[in-house]
């Protein structure tokens, strides 16, 4: 009798410590589940922080260092300002004016990843895009990408009217050619371009009000689509812009 108590004694003790040993087992896997789950958190947080700082598919590139050496790409640049932006600003003051601004700026970030732009910076009222030449004419992105965020504008009228009691629209300019791109800065890094292509779609767009024109592109973009069939490619005029000495065919576009 004596020999079976100490038997089922001993089984006791070692069912109990598999039961620790198992218990341990698994809140060893728990804690390392909780702690894997909090790095893939805040890894997947500071990588869409970084995206939406630097832009989708700048960060990659500048951890990797790409642009740490000035290097030369063939872009696409489009400068799209709002029309009537002194009025709006007298009629709806400061604040509200800031607000309208912001909800603009709001709706072309839903519009750019379906046409794969990249927003290089925001100036006032002005938004800079861009696109690697390939993937700006492909499916005519960089064009297509004007025409829809115009029409989520008026898709949104009845919200822009209930806020601010107008219907926001903005002229812009496309404009392709080389371009320098560099990592800059070291307490505020971000990678920018240089050269005389950026320039040339900046005067562009400031011309879109002499010639009553909400889209103007140059004649290397023109170039790329005169064979679509969703727009009308009008030539406008041949302009020498600010700074240069050879004159610059302009186009407008509009939809057909």
Same mark, same amino acid.
């Given at each position: 009798?004596?020999?079976?108590?100490?038997?089922?004694?001993?089984?006791?003790?070692?069912?109990?410590?598999?039961?620790?040993?198992?218990?341990?087992?698994?809140?060893?896997?728990?804690?390392?589940?909780?702690?894997?789950?909090?790095?893939?958190?805040?890894?997947?947080?500071?990588?869409?922080?970084?995206?939406?700082?630097?832009?989708?598919?700048?960060?990659?590139?500048?951890?990797?260092?790409?642009?740490?050496?000035?290097?030369?790409?063939?872009?696409?640049?489009?400068?799209?300002?709002?029309?009537?932006?002194?009025?709006?600003?007298?009629?709806?003051?400061?604040?509200?004016?800031?607000?309208?601004?912001?909800?603009?700026?709001?709706?072309?970030?839903?519009?750019?990843?379906?046409?794969?732009?990249?927003?290089?910076?925001?100036?006032?009222?002005?938004?800079?895009?861009?696109?690697?030449?390939?993937?700006?004419?492909?499916?005519?992105?960089? #064009? *297509?990408?004007?025409?829809?965020?115009?029409? /989520?504008? %008026?898709?949104?009228?009845?919200?822009? +009217?209930? =806020?601010?009691? &107008?219907?926001?629209?903005?002229?812009?300019?496309?404009?392709?050619?080389?371009?320098?791109?560099?990592?800059?800065?070291?307490?505020?890094?971000?990678?920018?371009?240089?050269?005389?292509? #950026? *320039?040339?779609?900046?005067?562009?767009?400031? /011309?879109? %009000?002499?010639?009553?024109?909400?889209? +103007?592109? =140059?004649?290397? &973009?023109?170039?790329?689509?005169?064979?679509?069939?969703?727009?009308?490619?009008?030539?406008?005029?041949?302009?020498?812009?600010?700074?240069?000495?050879?004159?610059?065919?302009?186009?407008?576009?509009?939809?057909?």
């Amino acid at each position: 009798i004596t020999r079976i108590i100490g038997i089922a004694v001993e089984a006791k003790f070692i069912d109990n410590a598999d039961v620790q040993y198992s218990n341990l087992f698994f809140s060893s896997i728990s804690i390392s589940s909780t702690v894997y789950t909090i790095f893939m958190i805040a890894g997947i947080t500071f990588i869409k922080q970084m995206n939406n700082k630097f832009g989708p598919g700048i960060l990659i590139p500048m951890l990797l260092g790409k642009y740490r050496k000035p290097r030369e790409e063939e872009r696409i640049f489009m400068f799209m300002d709002l029309k009537s932006s002194t009025k709006y600003a007298e009629d709806l003051g400061h604040l509200k004016y800031s607000e309208m601004i912001q909800a603009c700026f709001r709706d072309v970030n839903k519009v750019l990843p379906k046409y794969f732009a990249e927003i290089y910076q925001y100036v006032g009222d002005e938004v800079v895009l861009t696109w690697l030449k390939e993937e700006g004419f492909n499916k005519l992105n960089c #064009i *297509n990408f004007y025409f829809a965020f115009n029409d /989520l504008l %008026n898709q949104k009228k009845d919200k822009y +009217l209930k =806020s601010f009691g &107008v219907v926001p629209e903005f002229k812009a300019s496309i404009h392709l050619g080389k371009i320098i791109v560099a990592e800059v800065g070291d307490i505020k890094r971000e990678i920018a371009y240089h050269g005389d292509t #950026i *320039n040339t779609a900046s005067r562009i767009q400031a /011309l879109c %009000n002499l010639y009553d024109k909400n889209l +103007l592109i =140059s004649e290397a &973009v023109k170039n790329k689509i005169a064979d679509s069939k969703h727009y009308s490619i009008d030539f406008i005029d041949e302009t020498i812009l600010k700074g240069k000495t050879k004159g610059v065919r302009l186009y407008s576009v509009k939809e057909r």
